[in-house]
T-cell receptor
Framework: AQTVTQSQPEMSVQEAETVTLSCTYD???????LFWYKQPPSRQMILVIRQEAYKQQNATENRFSVNFQKAAKSFSLKISDSQLGDAAMYFCAYRSENEKLTFGTGTRLTIIP | GAVVSQHPSWVICKSGTSVKIECRSL??????MFWYRQFPKQSLMLMATSNEGSKATYEQGVEKDKFLINHASLTLSTLTVTSAHPEDSSFYIC????????????FGQGTRLTVV
């Protein structure tokens, strides 16, 4: 079974600064997808970014980018120019070949004005 | 992106009664939907995988007779919590994926269930 570990229960960053959220995973599969989801107080899960394991290039979406290290099974999220609206719980997730999503325990991100 | 609608957003029920939660994919067909449970300040835990036209597949430790799942059409899956107890109070979230297009899963807005 796959496991996803987020070692930072809470993080904070000054507005306009950059923050990196960590995620590691364990799997024996060779083909899979990785995701970062954001869950604001409304509790609606919002996709931030996704990465296909077979792609070496790190995914980017505007201010959000990942550092995907397949050999190390690491998938960190970098948020640049942090904004107040970025405050939320962030979940790292692994999608296996059977379509199931396994989530990490989450990191609560606070933006300091 | 695609829209998944979950209803109701919140519900309060008495112990011993049953509650049905609906999950609809509004603009795509979802052969597979997933049901999650999230306790306060915790992560999402997969409860079951709902397959259109067949029985749901439950994760280990999830009582299938208590959490009835029906996926009667390509756009609707329902989760019924039977004989609800206070310990069933939680946040339930569904997700669906359009497998004809290689996209991510989209989530409903969740249902907060409180059993009194």
């Amino acid at each position: 079974a796959q496991t996803v570990t987020q070692s930072q229960p809470e993080m904070s960053v000054q507005e306009a600064e950059t923050v990196t959220l960590s995620c590691t995973y364990d799997t024996s599969e060779s083909d899979y997808y990785l995701f970062w989801y954001k869950q604001p107080p409304s509790r609606q899960m919002i996709l931030v970014i996704r990465q296909e394991a077979y792609k070496q290039q790190n995914a980017t979406e505007n201010r959000f980018s990942v550092n995907f290290q397949k050999a190390a099974k690491s998938f960190s999220l970098k948020i640049s120019d942090s904004q107040l609206g970025d405050a939320a719980m962030y979940f790292c997730a692994y999608r296996s070949e059977n379509e199931k999503l396994t989530f990490g325990t989450g990191t609560r991100l606070t933006i300091i004005p | 992106g695609a829209v998944v609608s979950q209803h109701p957003s919140w519900v309060i029920c008495k112990s011993g009664t049953s509650v049905k939660i609906e999950c609809r994919s509004l603009d795509f067909q979802a052969t597979t939907m997933f049901w999650y449970r999230q306790f306060p300040k915790q992560s999402l835990m997969l409860m079951a995988t709902s397959n259109e036209g067949s029985k749901a597949t439950y994760e280990q430790g999830v009582e299938k007779d208590k959490f009835l799942i029906n996926h009667a059409s390509l756009t609707l899956s329902t989760l019924t919590v039977t004989s609800a107890h206070p310990e069933d109070s939680s946040f339930y979230i569904c997700s669906a994926r359009d497998v004809t297009v290689n996209t991510e899963a989209f989530f409903g807005q969740g249902t907060r269930l409180t059993v009194v």
